[in-house]
């Protein structure tokens, strides 16, 4: 069984930059590929961005391209979601989620998880 733990979110103005972490319970990190998701109120759980074991690839959903950033650091057991330029719209609970089989073509959807966090808040005020 392995626990994530998000932190990092917060209440931001427009513009503003927020990095999120996912600290990982489990030695053998680096034998899960991550995702991080979002859910806003009243609307379905969204894809956010993946990143592989070793953190050589990363993937985003279309829209948060540019502004959004994934990466790992595997000593540390522990993800990072660097968010720029936020806009209220990014408004939502964000969750990490940890998959110990490579996701592939599937990395964006949330079958392909064995773990998830709690999510943490991230608020975005106009």
């Known amino acids: 069984q392995v626990q994530l733990v998000e932190s990092g979110g917060g209440l931001v103005q427009a513009g503003d930059s927020l990095r999120l972490s996912c600290v990982a319970s489990?030695?053998?990190?680096?034998?899960?590929?991550m995702g991080w998701f979002r859910q806003a109120p009243g609307k379905e759980r969204e894809f956010v961005a993946a990143i592989s074991r070793s953190g050589g690839s990363t993937y985003y959903a279309n829209s948060l391209k540019g502004r959004f950033t994934a990466s790992r650091d595997n000593a540390k057991n522990t993800g990072y979601l660097q968010m720029n330029s936020l806009k209220p719209e990014d408004t939502a609970v964000y969750s990490c989620a940890a998959a110990l089989r490579d996701p592939g073509v599937y990395a964006s959807t949330t079958q392909a998880y064995d773990y998830w966090g709690q999510g943490t808040q991230v608020t975005v005020s106009s």
């Open positions: 489990t030695r053998t990190f680096a034998n899960y590929a």
